[in-house]
């Protein structure tokens, strides 16, 4: 069955922002490669990627940016496949919350970080406004794309991702608080600011092992 990544098929800016030029990444869940084209297209990064399905690997080869493409399930780690390769960055760009133990994801791959590598990691916040709202009026509808993707195994909230983050032994060194939305509700950009657990759609954050 052909699937479509067009919902799934763009680059995370503040992930993209993070990563300096001629880096070493790792995209883990790399869906069809947008990020990992962009950063190896326009910043000259050697990217190497992880997907676990087969249509996501072959629409990112045909970018052909990428160094290499790993078909891996992130819910069975059994090897190793990509070896003893050291990185910069691993990133975990909206892919957390889509498996079933994401502390031991980190962990298992933790060994692939250079000593001053940073990993990367963007979360959807449930406790987002419009959620809370819902919530209040007995709503938890899944959706097809976005803080209720239907694909989503956690949730998570801003205390809940910094306690991961502490059991991980990971510190954070700068977060940037994303919304994605139109001019329509331009207002939600100044309020996350303000008021970042509740106006804030998706954190990302730049961490390194304390």
């Known amino acids: 069955m052909k699937r479509s990544f067009k919902r799934y098929d763009h680059v995370n800016k503040p992930i993209y922002e993070f990563i300096r030029p001629n880096s070493t990444v790792l995209d883990i869940g790399s869906s069809a490669g947008a990020l990992a084209g962009e950063l190896a297209k326009r910043k000259k990064c050697t990217v190497d990627v992880i997907d676990y399905d087969s249509q996501a690997i072959r629409k990112a080869k045909k970018r052909g940016k990428s160094r290499s493409f790993f078909q891996i399930d992130l819910n069975n780690l059994k090897k190793l ?10 990133v975990y760009g909206d892919v957390l919350e889509h498996v079933l133990y994401p502390e031991k994801v980190v962990e298992f791959y933790m060994k692939n970080l250079k000593r001053d590598g940073r990993i990367l990691v963007s979360l959807p916040n449930i406790a987002f406004a419009l959620y809370r709202l819902k919530l209040l009026l007995g709503w938890f509808d899944y959706e097809d794309v976005g803080v209720m993707d239907r694909t989503h195994l956690k949730l998570y909230t801003l205390k809940s991702m910094k306690e991961m983050f502490s059991r991980l032994g990971l510190k954070i060194m700068a977060v940037k608080k994303y919304n994605n939305v139109g001019k ?27």
């Open 81 to 90: 496949p990509i070896g003893a390769r050291k990185y910069d960055y691993i």
């Open 184 to 210: 329509k509700f331009f207002y939600l950009q100044a309020l996350k600011e303000v008021l970042p657990t509740l106006f804030t759609v998706q954190f990302v954050f730049l961490l390194e092992r304390e």
